[in-house]
């Protein structure tokens, strides 16, 4: 197992893109929140920054899964590949 990792023969990168699909959606989702408190507390009309927050609250948490989505495409892709080189050597 460790020289299979050592040789980059096994991928560990699928394992951290769910990792960081929940770090960014509660990213995404604190940059709504803060860009909403900044405008209701505007001094000079914050109604575009809580528009805009609500729309990160909504729309983040799907930018950020099709971003991790494409990752994992990649490597499987990656797998695919590699399997089908075994095969047809």
């Known amino acids: 197992m460790f020289s299979k990792l ?3 023969d096994e ?7 769910k990792i960081i699909y929940w770090l ?3 990213g995404v989702i604190l940059t709504g929140l803060l860009t909403i408190i900044q405008g209701v507390n505007s001094h000079y009309g914050g109604g575009a920054q809580v528009i805009g927050g609500v729309l990160t609250i909504l729309f983040g ?3 950020v899964r099709i971003y991790c989505e494409l990752v994992i495409v990649i490597f499987e892709i990656h797998k695919v590949l590699v399997e089908l ?3 047809t050597k």
Do not use: E
């Open 6 to 8: 050592l040789n980059f």
């Open 11 to 17: 991928m560990v990168t699928p394992f951290f893109v």
């Open 24 to 26: 960014g959606v509660v």
């Open 61 to 63: 948490p799907f930018l």
């Open 85 to 87: 080189n075994r095969k």
